[in-house]
């Protein structure tokens, strides 16, 4: 069997390893990455990570459910939602609630809505995703800035 590059890299010690991570990072369109940031990243703590997986792993876990439930009854599952969205509980539901909750179900359906949650908030998501956080907040804060 070849020896692989990654073999001696497991080996090296954290300031190694991120000024070696630096370098292939310069090679993919010369970008240039601080070796410190490298550092900082393998230096992170085992808690630190295992916490964000874990995080990710209930996120799907709920998106699997929620997934599940849309798909068995979009209308009761849109149902459900705006009774969070505006704290009714279901169990005590008055009747002027009740005509409220079809007569929007019925527009939802009408106007073929394919998002649940606010467009501001669909937008957010789209634009850190594509741009990172850093981007986005300062975005925003020039857009204060000149209100």
Same mark, same amino acid.
Not at 26 to 43: D, G, I, M, R, W
Not at 117 to 129: A, G, H, P, R, S
């Given at each position: 069997m070849t020896k692989q590059f990654y073999d001696d890299f497991s080996k090296l010690p954290i300031a190694k390893m991120a000024q070696s991570i630096a370098d292939m990072t310069y090679l993919f369109n010369e970008t240039k990455v601080p070796t410190n940031h490298y550092k900082a990243q393998l230096s992170?703590?085992?808690?630190?990570?295992?916490?964000?997986n874990v995080s990710i792993s209930l996120?799907?876990?709920?998106? @699997?459910? #929620?997934?599940?439930?849309q798909k068995e009854s979009p209308k009761l599952f849109y149902q459900a939602? !705006?009774?969070?969205? *505006?704290?009714?509980?279901?169990?005590s539901l008055t009747p002027s609630q009740y005509q409220a909750m079809e007569?929007?179900?019925?527009q939802f359906e009408l106007n073929k809505?394919? @998002?649940? #949650?606010?467009?501001?908030?669909?937008?957010m998501f789209n634009q850190v995703e594509e741009n990172g !956080?850093?981007?986005? *907040?300062?975005?925003q804060q020039e857009t204060n800035n000149n209100e």
């Amino acid at each position: 069997m070849t020896k692989q590059f990654y073999d001696d890299f497991s080996k090296l010690p954290i300031a190694k390893m991120a000024q070696s991570i630096a370098d292939m990072t310069y090679l993919f369109n010369e970008t240039k990455v601080p070796t410190n940031h490298y550092k900082a990243q393998l230096s992170k703590g085992f808690e630190e990570m295992v916490e964000a997986n874990v995080s990710i792993s209930l996120v799907n876990t709920i998106f @699997n459910t #929620l997934q599940a439930l849309q798909k068995e009854s979009p209308k009761l599952f849109y149902q459900a939602m !705006l009774c969070l969205d *505006t704290k009714v509980k279901p169990s005590s539901l008055t009747p002027s609630q009740y005509q409220a909750m079809e007569f929007t179900w019925s527009q939802f359906e009408l106007n073929k809505k394919k @998002n649940i #949650l606010d467009k501001d908030f669909i937008q957010m998501f789209n634009q850190v995703e594509e741009n990172g !956080l850093t981007y986005y *907040t300062q975005n925003q804060q020039e857009t204060n800035n000149n209100e």
